[in-house]
């Protein structure tokens, strides 16, 4: 148990670290801004984005004792990793083409299978999330397919998001201690992203700038009068976020950022296959007491529910 909790914890990392200072960065680092801390951040990513497909493909591994569709996604990634180190021209063939088209279909019925398998309760957020999942899907699809671009803004699916994580985070139990802490901390970290976004609402330079910065690190598109709303809705969804961690959730936590950090690479098109992986697995992760039916020792098993 303990051992999966280890993986689930470094998984975490690693998604924060690969989209904080790698996913987000990214468009940064070309441009001449003499800024030195990049020179420091990025490297971080680096090691975040390392971190991070390690643990996916320990994570399917083990998940795949339930589910023996998960040994398919690791094979086609094990298998995606390795062919361009032996056919370079491997990206854009038609190869690649299937194993993305396929696993496009393919994540989204392990994502509808582990919605079905849900408590009512975690479809307050899991709905939205797949609305947000379908959006970025669509997009990248049409992009592929080179069918036309969608220009609905997907700020309402981003509310719903920030509503059903935050109702989640709410009505979860836990003990009084853990609610205090958990409450105090994720009203502290959510006043810096409310009151940034009141300040660019009143600064449409900034909202220029940001109109640019938003796209760039989390490929949704919104107007500059957007923006201050767009800040305020991140910051709800962190808070409700960090609730959840505190109150002891944290496989859906690791879930949830898993699927929102990955799928909004959609908007230019999955350039790596792990993105679409670490979609149904992070679908599955948010399933309500996953890991209490797995242990770790000589070999891997599964244990009834109780």
């Not at 609402?201 to 938003?214: C, D």
């Not at 505190?246 to 690791?254: A, L, N, P, R, Y």
């Not at 949830?256 to 230019?268: E, N, R």
Request: charged content about 10%; some cysteine.
């Amino acid at each position: 148990m303990k051992f999966i909790t280890g993986v689930v914890s470094l998984l975490l990392a690693g998604t924060i670290l690969q989209f904080v200072f790698r996913d987000a960065l990214y468009a940064l680092i070309p441009l001449p801004l003499h800024q030195t801390f990049l020179n420091y951040l990025y490297p971080l990513g680096i090691i975040g984005s390392a971190l991070f497909y390690v643990t996916i493909m320990v994570t399917l591994l083990i998940l795949s004792l339930k589910l023996k569709e998960f040994l398919i996604l690791f094979a086609i990634e094990l298998v995606s990793s390795v062919i361009p180190y032996i056919y370079p021209e491997y990206y854009g063939t038609l190869l690649w083409y299937a194993f993305t088209f396929f696993l496009l279909f393919f994540s989204l019925g392990i994502s509808l299978l582990e919605m079905g398998n849900s408590t009512r309760r975690e479809l307050i957020f899991l709905v939205p999330i797949m609305l947000f999942t379908g959006y970025f899907y669509l997009q990248s699809i049409l992009l592929y397919s080179h069918g036309p671009a969608l220009t609905y803004s997907p700020l309402i699916l981003l509310a719903l998001l920030a509503a059903g994580t935050l109702s989640y985070s709410i009505l979860l139990r836990s003990k009084k201690g853990k609610i205090i802490i958990a409450y105090i901390s994720g009203a502290l970290i959510s006043i810096p992203f409310i009151f940034f976004g009141f300040l660019i609402s009143g600064n449409a330079f900034l909202q220029t700038i940001m109109t640019m910065v938003i796209p760039s690190s989390l490929g949704i598109t919104v107007n500059s009068s957007q923006t201050g709303i767009t800040f305020a809705l991140l910051g709800v969804i962190l808070a409700s976020l960090l609730i959840i961690g505190i109150k002891g959730e944290i496989e859906k936590v690791t879930g949830i950022l898993l699927i929102l950090t990955s799928v909004v690479q959609g908007a230019t098109g999955f350039h790596f296959i792990v993105y679409l992986i670490a979609i149904p697995l992070g679908y599955f992760l948010c399933e309500e007491k996953l890991f209490s039916r797995l242990t770790f020792g000589r070999n891997y098993k599964l244990l009834p529910q109780q």
